[in-house]
């Protein structure tokens, strides 16, 4: 199979209207990144769900947090999936308008509800999260939705998936292999994160499902305990990562949480330590993390830069209430550096 190389080295027009991002855009309307998985509405309360109190209402996807984030670094994403046709599907295409979202591509459910997760602070900095998604509409995502996002118009120059959205169930694992598919006949390059979500499927069937993905896939994300799932098993991360490049994958990107992240190619590898901010919520961080990284891949940034605004980005993340609402646009991206108290006036 032949591999695109670099989705990077454009510059961006300098003329044009400005973008939620800070930077300008000019007349190329093309989508940079298409993106395709499950958002649900979240209500996040502050304490234990069972003795009640009150719950904020906002959405939810690990997708939808990659694209928002790209979108406001200045970045044009879709979002290809499937919402219910109530309320609850409208304040997702709403959030996602105002974001700067493309959903031209979404479909509609009368026949199935938007789905739902609860979220709550149960002891100090430990969340946990409740879903409610058997017979949602996003579990009803289908091969066609893939095919609608991505043709029309000039091929994406990234693809990105998750774990996630396959472990939905048969269609949805369907719809993410036609879209890899499609991605390397239009030569799009493909991003997926591993996102292993033990509530959702076994190890054993994720490693199999995940691995024929592989031979599609141009950048791998994966957090350090979910080497093994892609790489037969194997847990020392060096030989882990050696098997994934020997498939043809160019990069393979390491999150280690607290500790940083480390970006592995043919040419060797890049680590980095995360960036020192105050914790608020880890929810959300590793999608921030992926954004900051594709961002820098579709600026054409070395390798070290990309795994800069990777952790930057992530790092806002952390720092901030929600799964997306702390992300930062492109000319906030500087704001860490200043010292701590710094009042911007």
Known sequence: MTRRRSVGGRRRATGG?????????????????VTIGETMAALRGDGPLRLGGPLTLSMAGAETNVAIGLARLGHRVRWAGVVGADELGELVLRTLRAEGVDVTTVRSDPTAPTGL?????RVAHITRVHYYRSGSAGSALRADDAEAALTGGEPALVLHVTGITPALGPDPRVTVERAVRRAREAGTRVCLDVNYRSRLWAPDLAAR????LLPYVDILIASDDELPLVAG???????????LLALGIDEVVVKHGGAGARAWSAAGSVRLPARTV???????AGDAFTAGYLSGTLDGLPIEDRLDRAVTVG??????????????TRDELALLAAPDGTTLR
Do not use: N, S, Y
Request: overall charge negative; cysteine-free; aromatic content about 4%.
């Open 315 to 328: 790092a806002f993340a952390v720092a901030a209430a929600g799964d997306w609402e702390g992300l930062p």
């Open 278 to 284: 105050p914790v608020t919520g880890t929810v959300g």
């Open 209 to 212: 499902v995940l691995g024929e």
């Open 17 to 33: 209207d400005e973008d939620r991002g800070g930077t300008r855009m000019g007349d190329d309307r093309r989508i940079e990144v």
């Open 117 to 121: 997760l609860l979220q709550e602070h």
């Open 233 to 243: 098993g194997e847990t020392g991360e060096e030989r882990a990562v050696g098997q």
